[in-house]
């Protein structure tokens, strides 16, 4: 049987980071088996569903490389691939359960639901609906449409039934229907519920494995008390753990989680994102935390997936990232690297200075967005020291004559580069006697302005020969 797994998130907002993971979850899987995975919309709430949504979406799955075999935009056998576009089917089978008396139309307002879950909480009930509509008497039913009532549908939960499901992850799990009340299945407008539009989905769509959040166990009984009732085979399904926050409670905004799009505006490449999300809760049977996407779909087993919910570590993304950007191609990390450079004002006219500056600064950074607060350095007008000991020691004589020395040195050079600049402290340190730190600090101080920072030579030749002197000369007391 072919493997056929689904990514169906609803728009009514940004993907979030938690969708993302089960999206890069049924990709792999997808591809580890030579399987299909598939795209489709759930954009059946018409007040909270945003067309703006599912363009962005869209745009965040590929921008992962998460490209589907079938859905929007490609389309395939088994469409169309957005719910609000396959309500007529919905509409079929609906009928197909009341004619087979599997469901019934449910007429009460939702003051009169408000009312009755009221009555039996106060009998101390769970507040379930008590099935007024399932019988009506003569006449009751034309009574509510002659009042203008447009009914919902209810499924007909069966009575005292266990409902085994054998989870891949979980292992088996038994719910009793005497816990699940008569659900709603159509809406009185028309649009079908959750659970039963992704029952009718998966079943026409021939999904094999639904790979989701375990927040949606709640949802699975209902689910296969619906497969059977249609005569549908259920899907094999895997829940995967929640995302924790570092205090243990659910991955929400205030612990950082923010949607996907926000990960790629602060500066986090693709490939990391799919790496760090694969690693909550699946691990690599070798320990490697950094693997390419080609071992990923390699490695990936169902087996390897923990029972107990991931901890999403911000400093580890943070230093996967970091790897993951020192060591990518640089030309590439220049390119990305160039719209945050623009938005903080720097100019990028000389594209060979660029490529030097970002070589040096990637060292240092954790996502892109950070680089242009490296970029000072290269781009001062004169030198600015606040820190204490700095001016202290560029006020001392010993300092004062290597910047003589080195002064004298540059007028010599036509052009400085690492090797040169190197070469030429040799030099001042021959002619002033001063080693170690009190000869390359001054230098340091006077072109970055700071005790640490950047690798020297480096910096001196993206100065160049004339900015180098030029800083120096401010700092040579005359």
């Not at 009793?176 to 659900?183: K, P």
């Not at 020691?393 to 300092?399: F, L, V």
Request: charged letters at 30%; aromatic letters at 10%.
């Amino acid at each position: 049987m072919e493997t056929r797994v689904r990514f169906a998130p609803s728009p009514t907002g940004h993907l979030h980071i938690g969708n993302a993971r089960t999206a890069i979850m049924n990709w792999l899987f997808a591809r580890n088996t030579g399987g299909k995975f598939i795209l489709r919309i759930e954009d059946t709430d018409p007040e909270r569903s945003v067309e703006e949504y599912i363009g962005q979406i869209v745009e965040d799955l590929k921008w992962l490389g998460l490209q589907w075999d079938e859905g929007p935009e490609i389309g395939g056998s088994f469409g169309p691939y957005r719910q609000s576009e396959r309500l007529e089917i919905y509409q079929k089978y609906v009928r197909k359960l009341i004619d087979e008396e599997k469901a019934y139309y449910c007429f009460c307002t939702p003051d009169e639901l408000e009312k009755m879950k009221k009555d039996s909480h106060a009998r101390g009930e769970a507040g379930f609906y008590n099935r007024h509509c399932l019988n009506l008497k003569p006449g009751e039913k034309e009574k509510y449409l002659a009042e203008g009532r447009k009914p919902a549908v209810r499924f007909k939960v069966p009575d005292k039934t266990s409902v085994i499901v054998n989870d891949v992850i979980k292992g088996q799990l038994t719910f009793e229907t005497e816990n699940i009340s008569d659900f709603v299945i159509m809406r009185g407008e028309g649009i079908p519920t959750y659970n039963f539009a992704v029952v009718v989905d998966d079943s026409l769509m021939k999904i094999s494995h639904i790979i989701r959040g375990d927040d949606h166990v709640s949802n699975t009984p209902r689910q296969v008390l619906l497969y059977q009732a249609l005569g549908f085979e259920a899907p094999k399904l895997v829940h995967i753990p929640m995302i924790l926050g570092a205090d243990k409670s659910r991955l929400s905004k205030r612990h950082g989680a923010t949607s996907l799009d926000q990960y790629r505006i602060k500066g986090y490449l693709p490939e990391v994102l799919i790496n760090f999300l694969s690693l909550l809760s699946w691990s690599s049977e070798s320990g490697d935390e950094i693997l390419t996407i080609k071992r990923l779909i390699e490695e990936f087993d169902f087996k390897r997936i923990s029972k107990s919910a991931a901890m999403f570590d911000f400093d580890k993304l943070n230093w996967m990232n970091g790897h993951y950007i020192r060591n990518a191609d640089l030309n590439r990390i220049v390119n990305l690297s160039i719209p945050y450079l623009q938005q903080a004002g720097y100019p990028v006219d000389d594209v060979e200075k660029i490529r030097k500056i970002i070589s040096l600064v990637r060292e240092k950074i954790d996502y892109l967005s950070q680089i242009p607060e490296h970029l000072p350095v290269f781009f001062q007008e004169k030198i600015n020291i606040v820190n204490g000991e700095a001016k202290t020691m560029i006020r001392q004589e010993s300092s004062q004559r290597v910047l003589w020395s080195f002064t004298r040195e540059l007028d010599g050079i036509a052009e400085l580069d690492q090797e040169i600049f190197k070469n030429i402290m040799k030099v001042v340190q021959k002619e002033t006697g001063v080693m170690g730190k009190n000869l390359w600090m001054p230098l340091r101080i006077i072109l970055t302005g700071q005790l640490h920072g950047p690798d020297l030579p480096m910096t001196a030749e993206i100065l160049g020969k004339e900015k180098c002197k030029e800083l120096i000369q401010q700092a040579i007391y005359k």
